[in-house]
Nanobody
Framework: QPVESGGGLVQAGGSLRLSCAAS????????VGWFRQAPGKEREFVAG????????IYADSVKGRFTVSRDNAKNTVYLQMNSLKPEDTVLYYC???????????????????WGQGTQVTVSS
């Protein structure tokens, strides 16, 4: 099961880097996605990355501000978040899709193993 970290409180316009780490070596072979969920709302896709990092996709709401990357030697996937806005204040999750190494999807139903989430709060 992946574990997220790096959340916290930041002012609008600031940056944070989230990490998603797993102990299983096979984690480096999976597509990994980042999602977020506000209270009372559905979980939404943020970004995803293939196992080599060669393919990435983003939600329109974060395109140009967020960057997903990975370091397979460390079994860790990152989400660099820049130019943060108050509306980015939500709980962020990472998840692994164990059925594919290269096909990155925004469909949360395709992801199998989820972390517990890390809270990001952006003050105005």
């Amino acid at each position: 099961q992946p574990v997220e970290s790096g959340g916290g409180l930041v002012q609008a316009g600031g940056s944070l880097r989230l990490s998603c780490a797993a102990s299983e070596r096979t984690f480096s072979s999976y597509v990994v996605g980042w999602f977020r969920q506000a209270p009372g709302k559905e979980r939404e896709f943020v970004a995803g990355i293939s196992w080599t990092g060669g393919r990435t996709i983003y939600a329109d709401s974060v395109k140009g501000r967020f960057t997903v990357s990975r370091d397979n030697a460390k079994n860790t996937v990152y989400l660099q978040m820049n130019s943060l806005k108050p509306e980015d204040t939500v709980l962020y999750y990472c998840a692994a899709d164990v059925d594919t190494m290269v096909f990155v999807t925004s469909d949360l139903g395709e992801y199998d193993y989820w972390g517990q989430g890390t809270q990001v709060t952006v003050s105005s």
